[in-house]
């Protein structure tokens, strides 16, 4: 499924101007500063900021409490520009300092944890940023109490680290809490709020509460246009969510414009190598894929996995992700052999970093059990997708979208293992569901339609699945359209049907409907 980008509070320290005319001029220069980092204009803002360091590093030493503003303020704007590796020892020295000549409860130490933790998170160590944010989050709430903007800051940010680990119910209880203070505090349109209100819409969408996630997404999407400005980068975070939202609804033709324009923005704002540039890339290939566009999306996937992997190196989440996607492409262009190894390392590097219950572990689990029933090895491929559903109905409940998938990839390696009766419950199960959450007409339920009825033929009841692989038939082209391999596979499917029920002229009509296609034809497993 394509990765999803969110634009998480950090803080940029302010300045108190003192009587030094000197010290007043780098105080100009530092507020300034502020403001373009404010504005997304982030390597302007980084002249400033290192302007004012050298300055301050020479005349008041590295420990004046200025001095470690600056520090901090350029670690944040590095960290916004993608460059992590050179933000990390600022964000460290800024801490370190602080804590030193403050104490660990002061504001500014406060603070201080609070954007190391971010970048830690951002760098993929999940577990390192956990205790830290905690740390900041209750020492926030004694000191500053519970309402105060940092404390919020604290809240929404732990709230976004445990979403990243699976840790969904946890971090809705403290998404919900951020959102509802901000509103009340600051307001419905203040940049605080609308990261709080994108944050709780990521974070319902990752739960498959689309219906709940919608409005808000879109609530973060109209606001930030309407006071950043369409090529803000909180203005592209909010298209891009937005746009993975209708994706993930399968409307696609909405979902298009909003991924390229997000794209194009981050490729004209932030570079090519950037983080969310990279997420924008990654997202749209998902996008064109989907679509049945391989050959389009091929180039964006490589592109965005070379990014990843020179950028945040082979263990971070999003390049693990890259690697599952990439080979998901391959797999359904049939080049298995190169698929695999990219699968397989997807999988040791999500087992090792996020823990074999993490949804996204899940994922690679179920992923590679179907790249193994592709290849013809359904014993080797059961555990692993009974692995993946067991854990999946635990963790994510029986009607998340990622426990259907692997409800209807099991029910299917049984229907090929000829244990209809074992599968046929599986397959039900994910239609009805499906149909409740999503409609008829979403990819998922078109999936699980055509499924069952394959299932009913392989049983012999021709009858009852006729209309289901016409239905099937019928959604695909309206959906997807005549040349999508999914239709494609609905009209091979149909056609089988009725030559099996002895109906050869309209199967032999319906087999000339089948295009020619440039790539081999998807799996009806791959929901």
Excluded: W
């Amino acid at each position: 499924m394509p990765k999803m980008g969110c634009a998480s509070s950090k803080a940029i320290d302010g300045k108190k101007p003192k009587v030094d005319n000197a010290e007043n001029s780098l105080a100009s220069i530092n507020t300034m500063g502020e403001k373009l980092y404010a504005r997304g204009k982030f390597e302007q803002a980084a002249q400033l900021f290192r302007e004012a360091l050298t300055a301050r590093r020479r005349t008041l030493g590295d420990r004046d409490a200025d001095t470690l503003t600056s520090i901090n303020n350029l670690g944040m704007v590095l960290q916004a520009q993608g460059k992590l590796d050179e933000a990390a020892p600022l964000l460290r020295e800024a801490l370190e300092g602080r804590s030193a000549t403050l104490g660990n409860c002061h504001i500014n130490t406060l603070m201080s944890i609070n954007n190391l933790g971010l970048l830690l998170q951002a760098q993929g160590q999940l577990d390192e940023a956990e205790p830290m944010l905690r740390e900041a989050l209750a020492a926030s709430r004694a000191t500053l109490g519970d309402r105060h903007p940092n404390t919020l800051t604290s809240i929404n940010n732990l709230g976004m680290v445990l979403k990243a680990q699976g840790k969904l119910d946890e971090a809705e209880s403290l998404a919900r809490d951020a959102l509802e203070a901000r509103r009340a505090t600051l307001g419905d349109r203040h940049p605080s709020t609308l990261t709080s209100i994108n944050d709780l819409g990521l974070l319902l969408q990752a739960q498959g509460n689309f219906k709940e996630a919608a409005p808000l997404l879109r609530e973060a999407l109209e606001a930030s246009r309407a006071t950043l400005g369409d090529r803000h980068p909180h203005t592209l975070t909010s298209m891009n969510n937005v746009g993975l939202l209708v994706y993930a609804q399968a409307k696609f033709v909405e979902a298009e414009p909003l991924l390229r324009e997000a794209l194009d923005g981050r490729r004209a704002t932030l570079g090519d190598r950037h983080p969310d540039t990279l997420n924008s890339i990654n997202n749209l290939a998902g996008l064109v894929q989907a679509q049945g566009k391989l050959n389009e999306a091929e180039p964006l996937l490589r592109e965005a996995l070379d990014g990843r992997r020179a950028t945040l190196g082979d263990r971070h989440p999003d390049t693990l992700n890259s690697m599952n996607n990439l080979a998901g492409l391959l797999q359904a262009q049939g080049k298995l052999d190169e698929a695999e190894p990219l699968l397989r390392e997807a999988l040791d590097g999500r087992r090792a970093t996020l823990g074999d219950r993490h949804p996204d572990t899940l994922i690679s689990i179920n992923n590679v059990g179907m790249m193994l029933k592709a290849q013809g090895k359904l014993e080797e491929a059961a555990p692993l997708l009974r692995e993946a559903l067991e854990v999946s109905r635990e963790t994510l409940g029986d009607r998340h979208p990622n426990t259907l998938t692997s409800i209807n990839n099991l029910g299917m390696l049984l229907k090929d293992q000829g244990k209809l009766d074992e599968a046929e419950p599986l397959l039900r199960e994910a239609l009805e569901a499906n149909r409740a959450r999503l409609g008829d007409r979403h990819l998922n339920t078109l999936t699980s339609i055509n499924n069952i009825g394959m299932l009913l033929k392989d049983q012999g009841q021709l009858e009852e699945a006729e209309p289901l692989l016409r239905e099937a038939l019928d959604g695909r082209r309206e959906t997807l359209g005549d040349r999508h391999p999914a239709t494609q596979n609905s009209i091979s499917n149909l056609a089988g049907l009725l030559h099996a029920q002895g109906k050869l002229e309209e199967a032999a009509s319906m087999r000339k409907k089948r295009t020619p296609m440039s790539t081999p034809t998807v799996h009806d497993h791959s929901a």
